[in-house]
């Protein structure tokens, strides 16, 4: 029942059907712990796009384009061809009448995916220890122009969910930070430069994608779990739009093309065809242009997903190689017999080219030259077929410029000093005697790449596992570069042990270095990938393969020993950060390519350390506040209930809450030199008055293709076209609607599965909180401007992260990040950091009004260097 079927257990929809139960449909919107689920309501019409903004020229064309398209054009171009059907991991059919080729979407969100010849960046989470909107910028244009080399039309990052509620959280290194506010202050310049370079970015995945367990049942039931339907996550409004919703905004905002909505549900209700979600929060309050496309496989429904907000198929099929598709040959019949209005069809096609103008793929479009599933030159044009023609399907083109440099800058750049007893660093190059220690400084016995998908812990970490990775054209390691250096640069010598089981072999070397290097860490990534017990998600905050037991082992024996982390984020230092042996700590992240010359630019102070962290190190995994959840706990088969319980207090929030120390605050990061903070202005600026969106939109626009009841007009063109096995079309293979469908309840009352409104056309309110792509303009407005002083007290260059914290008053958390600011400043010299308050960084969300209050008050500014290290503070006065 490929139409009906996930969306008749849908709690979007609260219609008289078998298939949901009273219980679960009549429940008001919550996330409580009661008992009773969490409910999304319904929320229809799917909003129609208007060329808001930006996007007027853009959609414009793109109308003009959709209205020359038959019904099966248009199905082709929102419906993928199925998986390993072309060349990118997803692509749509192509309009060869118009000559349009179709689109190319590709991961990651750090590179290109399945390609040779480009390159390895540092991951989203080195870019938030950056802080650096230049530098995310400036890496998002070099990502986008090597998809766009490549003949990649969109790019499947940046990633802003997870937004890393949880510290384990599998994929929480593809995106920023646990704050809402850095996250969408990197998000934002990423977006513009992935799209300044002629491609459609494509923000995911929304939304509370928190924890990879129990996000498909499928891989769920591979891991033993005895569940039928995907992991909820239950969220309430007010958390919602305050945390998970607010770098979205800022993504929207930016003019992102595309979003990918999630595997799980949110409210019991799925991510891709939850109507709440999609229609209410997305398409209307956000007043998102774009598309929605759906993840591999995380459609549920056919014409369910369509009428709540979903825009593309991804990649095709109900689930990999099975030939059968939701949309294609279910969207044409759903279209020409009335259920799904032609004008939600348009819409979808309007989306997908808008944001295909917006970018200039019409200019910046280049064939496509490289296969996802293959190296090697020529191969199966068709690789899901049987039988294929032999083609040419990688021209091998080098499209990685002088992007080598960029990454080595955002490795260095990343790197947080965390501590630094008696200036071990920066060394001085006259050490002796070098040690390197640890499997994290070396090479990765199978080769950089020797792990499909990185999908294995071996040798140094400079990406996590799963779909958001990229081949490495080469990997330097630390054990390489700094032998390289010793060697080259000094009169030292250098010895390094790698098996950290070789207890024997760390002592000997330990107890006679003069510098002892210590390369330790922890990783993760993506569900479908377990690495030693690891699903995804990681069992816990340790150190992988005993590094705590080998920073003991070495620190014991020498008194000057340096350790290089790199972790996927949280890790627990609490049992050795204050050994007085252990000197200095550096945290590395996952920083590419170029991980092992980026760090010994900053261990022999070529590079001044500015980093500073984008999480919280905590003293135990409990002062963190959240966790996975781990075990199903709705019967054998429900839906696994994940109650966001903690609201907006996660990471720095939460222990700010609970009143415990971290060991390292969020925000903190040393320097080779030190820096003074004065001289807080707080100037009010002349801002209007808010004032809430109002009216009606126009009505659905009517581009004036009327679909044909004459099914016959959408066979199969058996005397035109070779029928390639598994590939999806949107011919019918029969007049009879009901034999093509292949659906056994075809013919179903449509009041029994679509909701009340979905299909009406006519104008439609607009919410108080939109009125603009990001949300109602009045947000934006500049309420206060905030500078500072700041004097670099040191010796030596430096770069400082200056951070302004807001204090809401009333129950809101104790401090949240509402500025920042990376500055370089000379030895002696001063700089003046600035920071603009807008509206809605002063707003909490109203769940009565459905709009942005001002705070509670009274609020307090803070200015300094962490979240805990704040000397400057204003109260601002009430008005």
């Known amino acids: 029942m490929w139409l009906v079927q996930a969306f008749l257990v849908s709690l979007t929809a609260s219609v008289a059907s078998a298939g949901v139960s009273h219980r679960n449909r009549d429940l008001p919107f919550s996330n409580t712990t009661t008992g009773s689920f969490a409910f999304s309501p319904p929320k229809y019409p799917s909003p129609w796009a208007s060329g808001s903004g930006e996007w007027a020229d853009a959609y414009a064309k793109a109308r003009a384009f959709v209205s020359q398209l038959t019904l099966l054009e248009k199905v082709n171009l929102t419906t993928g061809v199925g998986w390993l059907g072309e060349r990118c991991v997803g692509e749509v059919g192509s309009i060869p009448r118009l000559g349009f080729r179709g689109l190319c979407m590709q991961d990651s969100p750090l ?3 399945f390609a040779d010849y480009v390159s390895a960046f540092p991951a989203g989470v080195n870019v938030a220890a950056t802080w650096s909107r230049g530098l995310a910028y400036a890496r998002g244009e070099a990502m986008g122009s090597e998809h766009r080399g490549k003949g990649v039309d969109v790019q499947l990052g940046p990633v802003c969910g997870p937004l890393g509620r949880k510290p384990e959280g599998g994929r929480n290194w593809e995106g920023f930070s646990p704050d809402p506010y ?15 370079a002629g491609v459609i970015a494509c923000t995911k995945h929304y939304i509370g994608n928190e924890q990879e367990r129990f996000r498909q049942a499928p891989e769920a039931q591979g891991y033993g779990f005895n569940i039928t339907e995907s992991v909820s996550a239950n969220i309430d409004d007010k958390t919602m739009h305050e945390l998970y919703l607010w770098p979205f905004a800022d993504a929207v905002r930016a003019g992102t093309g595309s979003i990918m909505c999630s595997y799980n549900q949110i409210n019991n209700s799925y991510g891709c065809q939850n109507s709440y979600n999609l229609n209410y929060l997305l398409k209307n309050e956000l007043d998102f242009q774009g598309f929605v496309m759906s993840d591999w496989q995380a459609q549920h429904s056919g014409v369910g997903d369509i009428l709540a907000g979903l825009d593309m198929s991804m990649p095709g099929d109900t689930t990999f190689l099975t030939g059968l598709s939701f949309w294609g040959t279910n969207l044409t019949i759903a279209v020409a017999n009335g259920t799904v209005p032609e004008w939600r069809l348009d819409d979808a096609c309007v989306r997908i080219m808008s944001a295909f103008y917006l970018v200039g793929r019409d200019t910046a479009q280049v064939p496509i030259n490289f296969d996802s599933w293959t190296r090697n030159t020529f191969a199966p044009i068709h690789i899901a077929a049987a039988e294929s023609p032999i083609g040419l399907v990688n021209e091998h083109v080098d499209v990685r410029d002088d992007h080598a440099g960029l990454i080595r800058e ?8 965390l501590k630094n007893s008696n200036n071990a660093l920066p060394l001085s190059g006259n050490e002796r005697q070098v040690a390197v220690f640890g499997e994290d400084a070396g090479s990765n016995a199978y080769g950089a790449n020797g792990c499909p998908d990185r999908g294995c812990d071996n040798g140094t970490l400079a990406m996590g596992w799963g779909s958001g990775t990229a081949d490495f054209p080469y990997l330097i390691t630390p054990e390489q570069a700094i032998q390289n250096y010793v060697v080259t640069q000094t009169n030292g010598i250098v010895e390094v042990v790698t098996a950290q089981g070789a207890v024997t072999q760390v002592q000997s070397r330990a107890a006679q270095a003069d510098l002892a290097l210590v390369f330790v860490n922890a990783d993760s990534g993506e569900g479908y990938i377990s690495v030693d017990g690891n699903e995804g998600d990681r069992k816990n905050l340790t ?7 080998l920073i003991k082992n070495v620190s014991a024996l020498c008194n000057n020993t340096i350790v290089v982390m790199h972790t996927v984020g949280p890790v627990l230092v609490s049992d050795w950060y204050n050994n007085d042996n252990v000197t200095a700590i550096l945290w590395a992240g996952l920083p590419g390519q170029e991980s092992g010359n980026a760090i010994v630019d900053v261990l022999y102070g070529h590079y001044n350390p500015g980093g500073k962290l984008p999480f919280t190190l905590g003293p135990t995994r409990e002062s963190y506040g959240t966790d996975l959840l781990l075990e199903p706990n709705n019967g054998q088969f429900g839906a696994p209930q994940d109650d966001f319980d903690e609201g907006v207090f996660i990471d720095y929030r939460a222990f700010d809450r609970m009143n415990i120390t971290p060991i390292y605050e969020f925000g903190f990061g040393l320097s080779y030199t030190t ?16 004032v809430p969106t109002s009216g009606m939109t126009s009505p659905a626009p009517s581009l004036g293709n009327n679909a044909s009841t004459d099914y016959s007009q959408y066979l199969f063109p058996n005397a035109t076209i070779d029928r390639v096995p598994k590939y999806i079309y949107p011919y019918l293979n029969s007049t009879d609607p009901a034999a093509a469908s292949a659906d056994p309840e075809y013919g179903l009352p449509t009041s029994e599965y679509v909701p009340a409104g979905a299909t009406e056309g006519s104008p439609q309110p607009l919410l108080p909180a939109g009125g603009a792509p ?11 401007t905030v500078s500072a002083t700041i004097r670099n007290t040191g010796s030596i260059q430096g770069d400082e992260v200056s951070q302004l914290y807001v ?4 129950d809101e958390p104790a401090v949240v990040l509402r500025g920042f600011d990376r500055l370089t400043i000379a030895p002696g010299a001063s700089a003046t950091f600035t920071a603009h308050l807008t509206r809605r960084d002063l707003s909490t969300w109203d769940t009565v009004s459905q709009n942005w209050a001002p705070a509670p008050g009274p609020v307090t500014l803070y200015v300094g260097s962490s979240s805990r290290n704040l000397p400057l503070s204003s109260t601002l006065q009430s008005s």
């Open 543 to 549: 150190l992988w393969k005993q590094g705590d037991d």
């Open 182 to 196: 850095l996250t969408g202050a990197l998000i934002d310049p990423t977006i513009r430069g992935i799209q300044d």
């Open 774 to 784: 990001g949300g109602n303009p009045g947000l934006w407005d500049i309420l206060y």
């Open 675 to 690: 820096f003074e903070y004065s001289d807080l202005v707080v100037t009010p600026q002349n801002a209007g008055p808010y």
């Open 807 to 810: 204090s809401l008053g009333g």
């Open 111 to 113: 590179g290109i995916r």
């Open 410 to 417: 955002i490795g260095r750049a990343s790197t947080v000093l």
